[in-house]
Each structure stands twice: as structure tokens, then as C-alpha cells.
């Protein structure tokens, strides 16, 4: 392998040359501790930057292996070394100079949720890998050696060294964050065993610091479960934890506004992710299949079957296979119901305030005026009963201006100043005196998932492929934008990465006119499981900037792109 030494000489040697000398620069280098991989090199400085991946063996790093045995601690190791890396690089970014994007040092920007991702990975052997970007300095166009020999010299060593050894890391905290994933898991595995469907920790902070930071509100009031409504789990590190279990079954969160309703569900919403030391929802564990429901007006729907809320619709149009390019409040929701049963969630989760509300529900006085004939729409009330009798699907639903969900809901929550109360008793009492009209929706068909994905040849024939992201907005592939604005449980842009990537892969190798849209979305799993992040990028190295997703928002993305022939 080539040393350093061969690396400080070839920069000195294209140093003013052309930009484009750089790409002799590929390769690795054996640094005293470390291998540096230069496995992209940028074609301008103006470009996305290049890829830089730093290799430790694992007897060097010397991590011990109870740290990164399990899959679980595995991921809270790598992002625990991926976060400490990034606070070293930040200090040194744009400290070289040059035009365009020289000087730029960065890793994956990581927030308040703990995710599996190409920016550091932990090897069986306890190697540790790290992938970044660098921007190689030019001045113009003109290569400036001397800016990246600092980089790659100066800056990058001391980087390295902080934070991918054990030795020089602060071994309490490291093991305080491996107790943390375990504890987070036990609570997990506990949810169905003891019939929940979450799990939120007296003591827990819900609310963020504001509508762009995800960090914990200051000066929040704790959350505090009701007596009746208390569980205690014994957590294999920090010991008994009590809180509140919501219970399997159909739960109603009411209250005035204001106080609380939306950010305990938001907290539930993003439950199904594990959240880092101090966040305030280290304890707020949800079922990891649940899925945010709402409306969603103008996405597309292929031939989803949203025969068990809508029916005879007056275009005669077949809701059995509904397609649109342009789905209304209530078809888009019922769309998302349906899609979400596919996708195999257990829980759904659902706002009034981002519900459509003719999906949700029919007051007493339209039923008497309006018809069930003349009425296509079969509302989330009548079925929510049978989604969880027939499917064992769970509802937590926030209602705080209809009282109609009173007679469904098994447990019914008041938030009243931020805190919880269990007032199931008191408004079942109140709602008998408000009966509902006897008239009962008829039992509806289960859903139909056999939509079949047929090849698209453009892909299969062309093979430059440009797809991009925006934040956590869209994906953009060739010309098709995925709209995922509304997917509210993608917490991390590099989430959308790995999104199309997956999509172009299925456009690439798995579309084929016979596996159904369930059955390529499971051999995309089984791939990411056996393979990891890594295995549906091309290339002959693994790119930085990929976190790991669902397979709720795998369905979620291909549902909603418009370009799918099915
Ligand atoms: P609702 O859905 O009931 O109308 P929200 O959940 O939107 O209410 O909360 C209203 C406001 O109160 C938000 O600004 C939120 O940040 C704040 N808030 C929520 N929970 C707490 C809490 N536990 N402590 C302090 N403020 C909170
Ligand atoms: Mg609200």
C-alpha cells in the first residue's frame, strides 16, 4: 500500500497544476495509525465535494467488543463516534482556503435521533471506519496543494485521533451511551409483551426549543402519567422506570387547545426512532411500525384499494384500484390508511389538526340529511373499531373539537396544562347521555395488495441515472420529483439519500411486471439487512450521507412516486 509519504509527494508535485490532477490523488495511504482512502475526487472545486474515507483497524481502535457486538449498541457506538467526530472537523472547516468549496470538512450532520448510517461504520473486528467529504483547494482552478496537505496532515490527524480510538475517548460516557441503546431496546421489546403501544417516561421533556430546533424545550413541564394509567419497566441499566403505557387498542387524546395535545403525539410519532442522552425523549418508546396518518391533498395514488372508506364515487370511478394525480383531503388520507396497513404497521397515529374532516368523521345531523347511499365516504370512525378487532392495528388519535371518538376509544386521555389525565370514566359517562345513531357501517373487505411493479424500460436502457435530494423535502429522479413533505416520521435528510437510491434500484433490478409492490419493497430489506446501507449504491465505494429508514417509509416513498408503472 502506498504510505503518507507518496501521498505528500504527489500533492507537491500537482501543486499549481490544473484542478483536474487532483483525481491522481485516489487511492489509499497508510497513515502512522490510520488508512486514508481518497475514494471520489471532485471534478472542480465548485462540485459536490470529495470523498475521503478514514480506515482504523480494530486493534487500534480498541473498542471492547461488548461495545459493538450488538446490533443495537453497534449503531449507538457509531453514532456516538460519528457526532464526536463531527464537533473535531467543525473547528477545522474553511480553515484551508481557496474558491468554490475549498477548505470544506464535513461528516453527517446528526440530530436528535440515532440512526444507522454510512458515516461510520464499526466492522466485525471492531474496525472503525468514518466517511466524510473535503473540499481539495484550488485557487480558481489552479490546484493549491499546500491547503490540502494541511487538511490532510494537520487537521485531519488530530480529528482522527480525538475520536476514533477508545483510548482517548471518555470510556464512562461511552459506556453510559451503549446502557442507554440497551435500555432503549428492553423498553422496545417489552411494548408488546405488556400490550402497549408506547411507552412515555415520567420525567420525559416532549416539547422542542421551536419550530427549527429540535433540541429540548427549556423550562418545559415534565410529563407525568396518570396513576391508572402508570407502568413500571425494571430497565437493565437505569433500573425501574415508571410512565405511562398507552394500550393496544383505540386510544383518544383530548383536551382544550394549547395544551399539549399535537407535541405528545409528535413525541409518539417519533418514538419509533431511538433519541440520544439529554434529549428528553430518551424514554419515549413507540411500537416501531407505527405510522403518522393525515391528509395529504394533491398526492398520487396508484391503484391503491380505499374500498373500505370510499365507495361509490359519483365519476363511478373504481376505488378498488383509485388512481390520481391529484387526491383530495379525504381520498389522500384514506390512501395513506390503506398504504400504511400494507406497510405493516400495528399503530397509526393521527392529528384532527392535519386530518381531513369528512375522513374522519359524520355528525349526527348530516347522517339524518345525507344519506349512507349518497355518501361515498365511509369515515375513519366507522372502521377504526374493526382495523383493530379484525388487523390488531391500534389508533392513538388527537381530537380535541369532536367528541364523536368518545363512544370508540378504549382509553381516553385529557391533556389539561401539558399533563396527562385519564378521564376514560367520566366522558364514557358523559357520552351516554349522547347516543350514537344506530345506523352501522357494513364490514368491510380487506384491503387487496397485489399491485404489481412492471419494469420501466428508460431505466434499464439508460444507465446515468441523476437523482437528488432536497433536505427532507423531495427526491428528485431524472426528471420525477417524490413529494415527502407530508412522510412526517423522516427525521433526517440523509434518509431521503437512502430513499433514492432504494427507488433507483428497484427501477434498476427489481421492477419486473410479477413481484407485487410488498414483495420489492421485502427484498429491498432483506438487501439493507445482509448488506447494509451500502448495498444499492453503485459504485465501488461506499458513500457517506446514507441514513437507514423504515420499510413504512420505503412503501411511503414508492406510493408516492409518480412514475412507478403499476
Ligand atoms: P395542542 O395540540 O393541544 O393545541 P400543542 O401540543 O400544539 O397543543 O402545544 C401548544 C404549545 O405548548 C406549543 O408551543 C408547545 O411547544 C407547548 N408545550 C407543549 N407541551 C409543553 C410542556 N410539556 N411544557 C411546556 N410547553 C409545552
Ligand atoms: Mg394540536
Redesign the pocket.
Known amino acids: 500500500m502506498k504510505t503518507y509519504h507518496d501521498l505528500r509527494e504527489l500533492l507537491n508535485r500537482i501543486d499549481h497544476r490544473g484542478y483536474p490532477a487532483y483525481k491522481d490523488t485516489a487511492g489509499s495511504y497508510q497513515f502512522e495509525t490510520y488508512v486514508l482512502s481518497i475514494d471520489h475526487v471532485q471534478g472542480d472545486p465548485f462540485a459536490a465535494p470529495s470523498r475521503v474515507s478514514i480506515h482504523v483497524s480494530g486493534k487500534n481502535a480498541g473498542f471492547p467488543s461488548d461495545l459493538f457486538q450488538e446490533k443495537h449498541k453497534r449503531i449507538a457506538l457509531q453514532d456516538y463516534l460519528i457526532r464526536k467526530f463531527s464537533k473535531e472537523v467543525e473547528t477545522f472547516t474553511f480553515k484551508a482556503k481557496g474558491s468554490g468549496k475549498s477548505g470544506l470538512m464535513s461528516v453527517s450532520r446528526c440530530g436528535q435521533e440515532i440512526l444507522e448510517r454510512t458515516g461510520c461504520e464499526i466492522q466485525p473486528d471492531g474496525g472503525v471506519i468514518i466517511r466524510m467529504e473535503i473540499g481539495f483547494p484550488a485557487n480558481g482552478r489552479t490546484i493549491n496543494s499546500r491547503e490540502l496537505i494541511k487538511i490532510l496532515f494537520e487537521f485531519l490527524p488530530g480529528c482522527v485521533k480525538k475520536s476514533m480510538f477508545y483510548e482517548s475517548l471518555d470510556k464512562k460516557s461511552v459506556q453510559k451511551n451503549a446502557e442507554l441503546a440497551e435500555d432503549q431496546k428492553f423498553i422496545r421489546t417489552q411494548l408488546s409483551r405488556l400490550g402497549l403501544t408506547a411507552f412515555v417516561a415520567n420525567g420525559s421533556v ?2 422542542r426549543e421551536s419550530g427549527v430546533s429540535d433540541r429540548p ?1 427549556k423550562k ?2 415534565p410529563f407525568q402519567s396518570p396513576k391508572s394509567l402508570e407502568v413500571t419497566l425494571e430497565l437493565p441499566n437505569l433500573g425501574a422506570v415508571t410512565g405511562m403505557g398507552i394500550r393496544q387498542g383505540i386510544t383518544l387524546v383530548a ?1 382544550g ?7 405528545l403525539l409528535k413525541a409518539l410519532e417519533l418514538g419509533v426512532y431511538n433519541h440520544i442522552a439529554g434529549d428528553g425523549r430518551e424514554y419515549v418508546i413507540t411500537d416501531d411500525t407505527a405510522v403518522k396518518i393525515r391528509a395529504e391533498d394533491g398526492r398520487s395514488i396508484k391503484h391503491t384499494d380505499i374500498s373500505m372508506f370510499i365507495n361509490n364515487l359519483p365519476n363511478k370511478k373504481d376505488t378498488v384500484r383509485f388512481c390520481t394525480e391529484n387526491a383530495s383531503g379525504s381520498t389522500s388520507q384514506a390512501a395513506n390508511v390503506v398504504e400504511a396497513m400494507e406497510a405493516g404497521a400495528q399503530t397509526l397515529l393521527i392529528d384532527e389538526d392535519t386530518s381531513a374532516t369528512n375522513f374522519m368523521i359524520r355528525d349526527e345531523l348530516m347522517q339524518r340529511v345525507v344519506n349512507r347511499d349518497s355518501e361515498p365516504i365511509t369515515p375513519f370512525i366507522d372502521r377504526v373499531q374493526e382495523l383493530y378487532e379484525k388487523y390488531g392495528i391500534s389508533t392513538v388519535l388527537v381530537a ?1 373539537s369532536s367528541g364523536s371518538y368518545f363512544h370508540k376509544a378504549d382509553c381516553i386521555i385529557q ?1 389539561n396544562h ?1 399533563l396527562p389525565k385519564d378521564i376514560t370514566e367520566s366522558a364514557r359517562k358523559e357520552a351516554e347521555a349522547f347516543p350514537i345513531p344506530s345506523e352501522k357501517a357494513p364490514a368491510s373487505q380487506k384491503p387487496s395488495f397485489d399491485r404489481v411493479v412492471k419494469t420501466d424500460q428508460s431505466f434499464r436502457k439508460n444507465d446515468r441515472i441523476k437523482m437528488k435530494t432536497q433536505g427532507k423535502d423531495s427526491i428528485l429522479i431524472n426528471r420525477d420529483t417524490i413529494d415527502l413533505r407530508y412522510v412526517e416520521q423522516l427525521t433526517d435528510t440523509e434518509q431521503l439519500v437512502t430513499l433514492g437510491h432504494l427507488t433507483t434500484y428497484g427501477q434498476l433490478h427489481l421492477f419486473d411486471g410479477k413481484k407485487s409492490l410488498s414483495e420489492t419493497v421485502e427484498e429491498l430489506l432483506r438487501l439493507l439487512d445482509k448488506k447494509g446501507l451500502a448495498a444499492v449504491c453503485k459504485g465501488n465505494y461506499v458513500p457517506g450521507g446514507l441514513a437507514m429508514v423504515r420499510k413504512q417509509e420505503i412503501f411511503a416513498c414508492l406510493n408516492r412516486y409518480r412514475s412507478l408503472k403499476i
Open positions: 416532549l416539547p424545550m418545559a413541564v383536551g387547545g394549547y395544551h399539549g395535545k399535537s407535541t380535541g391533556m401539558y
